[in-house]
């Protein structure tokens, strides 16, 4: 499989940057009222926590920097990439089979604009989104909420095919979180794909499977 090209979008000043890849070959519940709060509790047992920082960090990523942090099992794969030299994303991390099929995905890029923008990037997104993916459909959009953060989100479906050509399925959802006075603003993209025993389709991406650990366990800041 092709990796997917990389996603730059700006419209009136507005950015965001994210980068879609499944690791099909050797690569270097229905709420969504999430229940985080802005204070950090213990992460989870097995878990990584990860925080951003703004060493390495150049041209766009250094320039729309912001803090946050999140916790991921210890068994996913961090991009070491994310975040450094021409990578689009603060970070991104992946849950693989032995062979390096993606089951899961979690990254995080920029988001530089204001609330009333969510709905304009997100229909921005899907429309970039679509020229990427057979077979890709929109599935819902709306506003959502990831712990006491007010966001705007769209899911879709889409179908490519492992090195080995066999069919696989991706669930995906985009998560737009506006910046407010004091901090710039964040993208959250989830991906699933039928290499999941858990998540079948795009309404539980983020809701089933082991993406509600990092979703959960989001925080913006640096504590």
Known sequence: MK???NHLFSVAGVGVFLFLALATMPTNKNDNH???SNHRAEPPANTTLFKNNKTGLSGDLEENYVDFSLSY???WKLDTEAGRGSSPNFMKVQRLTSDEITIEQFAVGYFTGQKEL???LAHRLNDQFATQFP????????TTRVGQYDGYEFRFTGRTRTSKGAPLDVYGRVILLPGDS????ATLLM????ESTDVHGPEEVGEKGELPILLNSFRFGSD
């Open 3 to 5: 990796h997917l090209r």
């Open 34 to 36: 999430n229940s985080n």
């Open 73 to 75: 099992p210890n068994d």
């Open 118 to 120: 969510m709905e304009t």
């Open 135 to 142: 077979n890709y459909k929109k599935v819902s959009e709306g």
């Open 182 to 185: 004091g901090r710039k603003g």
């Open 191 to 194: 991906m699933a794909t039928s």
